[in-house]
């Protein structure tokens, strides 16, 4: 026992419940994606580059919070399983634009039913109301807590109810620093 107070017990740390529902996660989308030979990543860089035909490979580590050497990784092994290509910039000549091949787009697409039951799933313990409110709980600790992420994710593109740009919803203030919350 510390002088700080009790020892806080292990199913009562966020982070350590965060890092068993990611391995639950991924367990069941491997299950689910069975004969597909697909990760979680290399599913959101395909259905992002299906959703920004030419992105470039920096903006897909950025909207998939990856950092620059997993991108590169990530975009050599679909490109080397035709699944995508990459072609010089028109604007840029340093840059590669990214596009999904139809046998990327295929897979996406068989991808993506099966990625309904990875879903249903993994939330199958809560009610309708309870997942939606999961959901919105989730984003908001991730958009709140994007700039301390190992890679920080670009949220200006993401969809769906509650959508915004920026690093924060705001709200926390930096303690370690003692700033206050950037504005949204």
């Known amino acids: 026992m510390s002088d700080d107070g ?17 391995q639950i996660s991924v367990a069941i989308f491997l299950r ?3 004969g597909l030979d697909l990760t979680p990543v290399q599913l959101g860089a395909l259905t992002v580059v299906l ?4 992105i470039d490979q920096s903006a897909l580590g950025a909207e998939l919070g990856i950092d620059r050497a997993n991108g590169a ?15 010089p910039s028109q604007r840029d ?10 046998a990327g787009r295929g897979l996406v697409e068989r991808a993506n039913v099966r990625l309904k039951f990875v879903q249903s799933e993994l939330l199958a313990p809560l009610d309708d109301g309870e997942k939606e409110e999961f959901i919105r709980l989730a984003t908001k600790i991730v958009e709140n807590n994007n700039e301390l992420g ?8 993401r969809s769906g109810p509650g959508s915004r740009s920026g690093p924060r919803s705001g709200g926390r203030e930096d303690k370690r620093q003692g ?5 949204p």
């Open 73 to 87: 990784d990530v975009v050599a092994r679909l490109d080397k399983l035709g699944l995508l290509t990459r072609e």
């Open 51 to 54: 959703e920004r035909p030419g």
């Open 6 to 22: 009790p020892i806080v017990p292990l199913w009562r740390r966020a982070g350590f419940l965060v890092r068993r529902l990611h």
């Open 150 to 157: 190992r890679a920080v994710m670009r949220l200006g593109a």
């Open 32 to 34: 689910e994606m069975e």
């Open 93 to 102: 000549r340093r840059m590669r634009e990214l596009r999904i091949t139809d």
């Open 179 to 183: 700033s206050p919350p950037t504005s």
